[in-house]
């Protein structure tokens, strides 16, 4: 029983998370940019906004230059999230490719810069009157969420053991239509159902920045103004049917 409900929340949770975000995206990709906007100094060519998104990706340089101390416990989190979802790859592939069995202790030890980075991130929240005042409470629940899913992923890692063995032939089982039993222990439980609602709450909320960042005009336009015209697409589109 708690297997079929524990598969039917994951199926209902990835369909929403990937209705939501392509639709968003396509949201996104049909939204028109009317203007010119790159931050100067910005990138003459399209491999010049290629290289600035990737010094962004990598290694939020916007938010280096704004705040440092956000920028710490910003990066810090998402790096350690970055090793850590390498590491769950071994849910769900069969057999483990060797480089994810090389990566699996910076996983593991990168769950704690996780745990600091949100936690610098709340106390920020709570203490910094400024954004204190701009805090929505999914401000404050998301980073809860992200803190709970971390303390019992890492409470399992670190203390208690899960069988992971079992975790992965679920897994593999619900993505080939195969449902296996999930065993009933109540922090893997809470770990997964928590996973499922970050999922469905993916594509409704702030997290959305995870795609967004690339359609930030301000950051992918080339500067080239002065040879060749920007035109906006739905601009474009009003010019040939006039
Ligand atoms: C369906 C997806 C997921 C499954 C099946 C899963 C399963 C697990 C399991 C079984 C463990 C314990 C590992 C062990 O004992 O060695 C664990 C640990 C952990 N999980 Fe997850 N998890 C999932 C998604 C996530 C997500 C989305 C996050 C973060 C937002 C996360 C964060 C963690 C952390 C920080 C740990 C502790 C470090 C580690 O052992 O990797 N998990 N997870």
Known sequence: MLSLLIAALFYIAFLILAYGLVAKILQYKNT?????????????????????????????????????????????????LFLDMLRHLRYFID????????????????SILMLIGLAGLLVRRIVVDR?????????????VLLLCITTTGMAMSFYLGADV????????????????????????????????????????????????????PSRNQVDNAREKRHIAKWARDLEKTN
Do not use: C
């Open 95 to 110: 057999p483990v490719w060797f480089w994810v069995v090389i990566i699996q202790p910076f996983g593991k030890y990168g």
């Open 165 to 216: 063995i079992s975790v992965k032939s679920f897994f593999i089982g619900l993505m080939t239509f195969n449902i296996q039993n999930i065993p009933s222990d109540p922090v893997l439980i809470s770990h997964l159902v928590m996973v499922a609602f970050l999922m469905i709450i993916f594509p409704y909320s702030k997290l959305l920045h995870a795609p967004g960042l690339f359609f930030s």
């Open 32 to 80: 028109p940019a009317p203007l010119k906007i790159p931050t100067m100094p910005a990138p003459t060519t399209q491999a010049g906004v290629v290289f600035r998104m990737s010094k962004e990706v990598v290694f939020f340089e916007s938010l280096f230059k704004s705040s440092k101390v956000t920028w710490l416990f910003g990066w810090l989190f998402h790096f350690g």
């Open 131 to 143: 954004v204190r005042y701009i805090s929505a409470p999914s401000d404050h629940l998301i980073l």
